[in-house]
């Protein structure tokens, strides 16, 4: 027999057994289903559509519950609370905490009203104690005051805690508050009033709007504050520089007066020389005080006069963040050394300082151009701005024609030798580094 015939028959022998195997089970099958009239078939079909049924439902009824206990969980966590929380849209558009305050008290006041005169707790009348309603009825409010007071205290305390990231989660504890006691209460028909629910819940707001006007307001004043120190350290120096200049005015006119003297009394063509060249020396001095004296006056009269100034802190604040900032002080730098002080770890470094007739108005220039790129949208004191110093510059050309002197790199001294001196001591771990 041809080696091909054997493979042949070995091909056949496997396909016959695999024809016998599916035989044998569909016999089985057979067998099962041939115990089993068509009704029997069909009633199992049914069960088990019945039993899937049910277990969809109770699925749905599983998920509902879960919906329900997550609708009444009341998230308190500052982290969670600050990761999700969103803008807060004002309700109330009062322009100064006083008015927040009025409205505030006439709230409370309509409060105070209802529990006086009873309207806040709804509470029946028909419960008797030993045959005795009124014993029913002084039941019924007492236990009405427990439960006012209850959502008193829940809502005093959840208003107090009301801050910028929690508004919501605060209104929902007020609701679950409102819910939870009108439960307890429902045995005996006795149920906080929604009216008086929603004069919670418009304390809430304002309490809180209340507060952030107040914060405003004091940042308000903090600036006005600033501004006074300003001012008075502008009127010291000016009084200082011009104390000084008349000091020198004096003592010229003076020296002039000598040298007249000593110029009448001159024999010689020679000392007259002498004397005439010191005089002109003089007189110019005496014209650059005069001339320092004059500007004094107009710093103090024209109060917009002051300097623009442009800062930046890579160290603090990284690369392209600058401070514009404006200063009326006779020394500019006097102002960038007291920010340098002013809880930062590196000194400024100083890109332009611009003096100007009405600095203020180049400022606001400046701040309108960038205020995109501002970097507190809340705290408008803080100037500090996402920019490039050529975009500054382009700012400062257009609002201002005379000529100007930009610092392009920033310095950074102080910057850079820490961290030159914090890789010398990476690459050395175990060498001692002085950096004293």
Excluded at 280 to 289: A, D, H
């Amino acid at each position: 027999m041809a080696l091909f015939d054997v493979f042949r028959i070995s091909e056949f022998k496997h396909k016959l057994a695999q024809a016998s195997a599916e035989r044998d089970d569909l016999k089985a099958i057979v067998a099962a289903t041939g115990a089993l009239d068509l009704a029997q078939i069909r009633k199992k079909i049914d069960e088990q559509q019945q039993r899937s049924a049910a277990l969809q439902a109770e699925i749905q009824t599983h998920k509902a519950e879960i919906e329900r206990l997550q609708a009444e969980i009341v998230v308190l966590e500052d982290e969670v609370l600050i990761q999700s929380f969103g803008l807060y849209k004002p309700r109330y558009d009062f322009n100064n905490s006083a008015a927040y305050k009025l409205k505030l008290d006439v709230i409370r006041e309509k409060q105070a009203s209802m529990v006086k005169s009873a309207t806040a707790v709804h509470c029946p009348t028909s419960w008797t104690i030993n045959n005795d309603r009124k014993e029913g009825e002084r039941m019924v409010r007492d236990f009405g005051k427990i439960i006012l007071r209850a959502f008193n205290n829940e809502c005093d305390t959840a208003i107090l805690a009301a801050k910028f990231n929690n508004l919501d989660s605060i209104e929902k504890r007020i609701n679950k508050a409102f819910d939870t006691l009108n439960k307890l209460g429902g045995r005996m028909s006795i149920q906080i009033v929604p009216a008086y629910l929603a004069l919670k819940l418009e304390e809430l707001h304002l309490a809180y709007e209340y507060q952030v006007m107040k914060k405003e307001e004091k940042e308000e004043q903090k600036k006005l504050r600033e501004q006074t120190r300003e001012e008075a350290k502008l009127a010291r120096e000016i009084e200082e520089a011009r104390s000084a200049l008349e000091k020198e005015e004096r003592h010229f006119k003076k020296a002039l007066v000598s040298l007249d003297e000593r110029l009448a009394r001159a024999e010689t063509a020679a000392e007259r020389d002498v004397l005439l060249e010191e005089r002109q020396s003089i007189s110019g001095k005496l014209e650059e005080v005069t001339k320092n004296k004059a500007e004094i006056d107009y710093r103090e009269r024209n109060t917009r006069a002051g300097y623009v100034y442009i800062v930046s802190n890579v160290g603090a604040f990284g690369e392209g963040i600058f401070k514009i900032g404006v200063t009326r002080r006779l020394d500019p730098i006097e102002r960038v050394d007291e920010l340098s002080d002013a809880s930062v770890p590196y000194d400024f470094d100083v890109h332009a300082i611009v003096f100007s007739d009405d600095a203020p108005a180049l400022e606001n220039a400046l701040h309108r151009t960038f205020a995109s790129t501002r970097l507190n949208l809340v705290n408008l004191r803080r100037e500090f701005f996402r920019a490039t110093i050529d975009e500054i510059e382009t700012v400062v050309r257009e609002n201002f024609n005379k000529p100007v002197d930009f610092t392009r790199l920033a310095e950074a001294a102080e910057f850079r030798q820490s961290e030159l001196r914090r890789r010398e001591l990476a690459r050395t771990p175990n060498e001692a580094v002085n950096i004293s």
